[in-house]
């Protein structure tokens, strides 16, 4: 006879959450300021996560779309997705004090299109046209980059010299999807190089394993992050791929519907690498009090990546004056 108070379990994948440059970035505005004091202003969203942004609003922080809108000699932050050089050239016209909260996994992306500009190769930029990460990156070697967005596009590509061709890709994009679009650009272009390092962060692709080995034993996959959040959406995409029958990006737990639970035994959960680790851990109590109350962490790698602050802000934190 089937158990009628069998409880459902949820499966958490591991890696999930905050990656290094992430931490790196919101760590950055909250040092900020306690160091320099509110207002600071910060350059489009800091991390693509609205939690984040609201919580580092409340403590003072401003966040603009562009610099006209930042007081001429005011402290402003630049966001962990980069920015082009003309916005480094914007600040320094309107004598604005800058941190550099740009991921270093993004700068190194920036210093391969510099160099491959060098080189005056076509580079071919595997990308979401409008994402910020994007728009920085073709900013340094405009003249040389030409942007794809899908394995289809790969058709539209023209070059000078098909010897000549390299690719490189924003950092947050479906690891799958990307190889998939490098085959078709190689099946047109034989000679096409790769880029020196893989650029797909190493968090993008921990998190992609993780939740491809949670989808394909579950019947719901939820993955917590923002509409926004590149790496979050693409999570959904790849959870649904490797197995699961739904999955479903939310912000937080108000935004599941009970009705995606009914006749789901298992539930996978994950969240983008700009989400906090409390937006996890209350789908998790919403889910408890649903039935779900058995939790079993997935972890397919450990991560141990750190980076230190930028620059500017390390050098003004070590001259400070310890306060009495």
Not at 156 to 173: A, C, G, I, K
Not at 195 to 222: F, G, H, M, W
């Amino acid at each position: 006879m089937e158990d009628m108070t069998a409880e459902g379990r949820v499966l958490l994948a591991a890696p999930r959450g905050y990656c290094a440059g992430v931490d790196r970035a919101v760590v950055t505005v909250e040092k900020a300021l306690e160091h320099y004091g509110a207002p600071i202003y910060v350059r489009k969203q800091i991390v693509h996560n609205k939690h984040v942004v609201e919580t580092l609003e409340k403590r003072g922080a401003i966040f603009v779309e562009e610099l006209d809108e930042v007081p001429e000699g005011a402290m402003v932050v630049f966001s962990a997705h980069g920015v082009a050089p003309h916005v480094y050239a914007e600040a320094e016209q309107r004598s604005l004090r800058t941190i550099d909260a740009t991921c270093p996994l993004v700068t190194k992306v920036h210093n391969e299109a510099r160099r491959f500009a060098r080189d005056d190769l076509d580079i071919v930029l595997i990308g979401h046209d409008g994402h910020e990460e994007v728009e920085g990156t073709s900013g340094v070697a405009r003249e040389n980059i030409q942007l794809v967005e899908s394995p289809a596009d790969a058709a539209n590509v023209e070059v000078r010299d098909p010897s000549r061709v390299v690719w490189l890709s924003q950092t947050t994009l479906s690891v799958d999807e990307t190889y998939e679009t490098v085959s078709k650009l190689r099946e047109r272009f034989p000679d096409l190089m790769n880029p020196p390092s893989d650029d797909i962060c190493y968090a993008t692709q921990n998190r992609q394993v993780a939740v491809k080995e949670v989808a394909a034993e579950s019947e719901l996959v939820l993955v917590v992050g923002s509409a926004n959040s590149s790496n979050s959406v693409r999570l959904v995409e790849v959870a649904l791929a490797a197995g699961a029958d739904a999955a479903y990006r939310v912000d937080n737990s108000t935004e599941i519907d009970e009705a995606w639970l009914e006749g789901v035994s298992t539930v996978g959960v994950t969240s983008g690498a700009s989400v906090p680790d409390e937006l996890v851990s209350d789908v998790i109590s919403w889910l408890a009090e649903r039935g779900f109350p058995n939790v079993e962490e997935h972890r397919t790698t450990e991560e141990s990546l750190m980076f230190s602050l930028p620059r500017e802000l390390r050098k003004d934190l070590k001259n400070a004056t310890p306060s009495e």
